[in-house]
């Protein structure tokens, strides 16, 4: 079965502080994702990937930045934490093929103090 | 732009009992519709999906959910719930094979013995 792991389960980040969350798939998936979840509001996508060295702007990337230098690792970059950041921040790669799906990592959950 | 509605926050539901989760959309075109699960301290997993065809979606774990394009809508169902259950229900629309989904904002589901 398809892993999409999540290199931190929780984070504590000082305000103004660099943070980076790193996700790793073991499928050789082309397509990643980076969304964050708030209560009441659900999933936003905030950065995706389409191959390594490509990304494009979700809905709410403002403050955040990514990274896919590798195919099997998407890394979202905090470029100086805010605390309006603290979230839950779910990784997620897409399979290709006739039976296409997401599959989603544990979640990071990120306090920024 | 799409957006996904769930009205319901909160439903609470006696085990063996019958389940329903309400969404509705808005997308100009055909969407791509999904129902994913997330149970405490879990990623989110596919429970359905529908592209085309078949309004009616069968689903894993029991459930099944109806496109009703008349109506914008496309519910979950569960005829006999078990505590298992238990867990917050997303319901996501897209406007193509690309995912870049749209989330409802959740309902949690609450099975009481």
């Known amino acids: 079965d398809v892993k999409v792991t999540q290199s931190s389960r929780y984070l504590v980040k000082r305000t103004g502080e660099k943070v980076f969350l790193e996700c790793v798939q073991d499928m050789d998936h082309e397509n990643m994702f980076w969304y964050r979840q708030d209560p009441g509001l659900g999933l936003r996508l905030i950065y995706f990937s389409y191959d390594v060295k490509m990304k494009e702007k979700g809905d709410i990337p403002e403050g955040y930045s990514v990274s896919r230098e590798k195919k099997e690792r998407f890394s979202l970059i905090l470029e100086s934490a805010s605390t309006n950041q603290t979230s839950m921040y779910l990784c997620?790669?897409?399979?290709?093929?006739?039976?296409?799906?997401?599959?989603f990592g544990s979640g990071t959950q990120l306090s920024v103090l | 732009a799409q957006s996904v509605t769930q009205p319901d926050i909160h439903i609470t539901v006696s085990e063996g009992a019958s389940l329903e989760l309400r969404c509705n959309y808005s997308y100009g075109a055909t969407p791509y519709l999904f129902w994913y699960v997330q149970s405490p301290g879990q990623g989110l997993q596919l429970l359905l999906k529908y592209f085309s065809g078949d309004t009616l979606v069968q689903g894993i774990k029991g459930f099944e959910a109806e496109f009703k394009r008349s109506q914008s809508s496309f519910n979950l169902r569960k005829p006999s719930v078990h505590w298992s259950d238990a867990a917050e229900y997303f319901c996501a629309v897209g406007a193509g094979l690309d995912y870049k989904l749209s989330f409802g904002a959740g309902t949690t589901v609450t099975v009481r013995a």
């Open positions: 997620a790669s897409k399979s290709p093929g006739s039976n296409e799906k997401l599959f």
